[in-house]
């Protein structure tokens, strides 16, 4: 402001404001996949002119959302680079592990599996990345039509029975509160009198609930149990996925939704996870025309909900 005195000319800059701000969520509160996140820190942009003696005119702007999409794709495309030059380093290294132990057959077999690992990784990361790309790009509800809540919900839950299996953890569907089988039963009719439809792409919804599910299971201890309802209320269908497992911390809850984010990267690095699902689920779900949210408390488990309108 002085210097807009001195010399009448008008003076532009940024500046970054700290407040106090108390985070509103208590723990095993919800939180809504694009939900604005209480911050602490703001990024005004001030113009200051004189437009007559003793009078000047203050302009300003909240840059905050700007800068955090800034931040967010500078974080993104570390991310990727770091994400990809991983797997591909180690597998230069096993490869020149593997030439120098060429006489050793065992190290051989050991090596080679650990390359296998990591290409699998590379191409899962790969794959994501495009289905991520994809879900992105894709208009809302395009090649949308009335489906069958439940047939994609049995659907989605198949694509995991493997995974499930091998963890022997139990999976319970319900309908309206009434527990249904995960199979159509031999003999009767697919569809249900108390089924619902969503107009929907079958794609984007079977995905959405096909990675939640796997999320279940991925982060559930063995010999537990994933619980997926399917309900209506008023004219919304609810798509509940519930597990037993680990639980997400509450500072977490607001950034899950995020490419890339891992509530814990040396596991997920561990067992694979790319950090890419739920942004994917969450872009999927937008494209049927509907909302995502979570609730979760440590050491107790997790839910997800789909909520999309009842065709």
Known sequence: LALVVADGQVRERELKVTLPRPDRRQDGRGVRAGEAVPTDTLYLRVRIGAIADDLFAIFLRDMSEQRRFEAMRRDFITNVSHELKTPSGAISLLAETITDAADDPDAVRYFAGRITKESQRLTELVHKLIELQRAQDAPAMSDAKPMSVVAMTRESIAANEVQADAKQIGIVLSLNGRVIPVEVPEGEPETLDDDVLVRVGREPFTTAVKNLVENAIHYSPAHTTVSVGIGVVGDRVRIRVVDQGIGIPKESLGRIFERFYRVDPARSRETGGSGLG??????????????????????EGSTFTIELPVA
């Open 278 to 299: 739920l942004a994917i689920t969450k872009h999927c779900v937008q494209e049927c025309g509907g909302t995502i949210s979570v609730w979760s408390r440590e050491g």
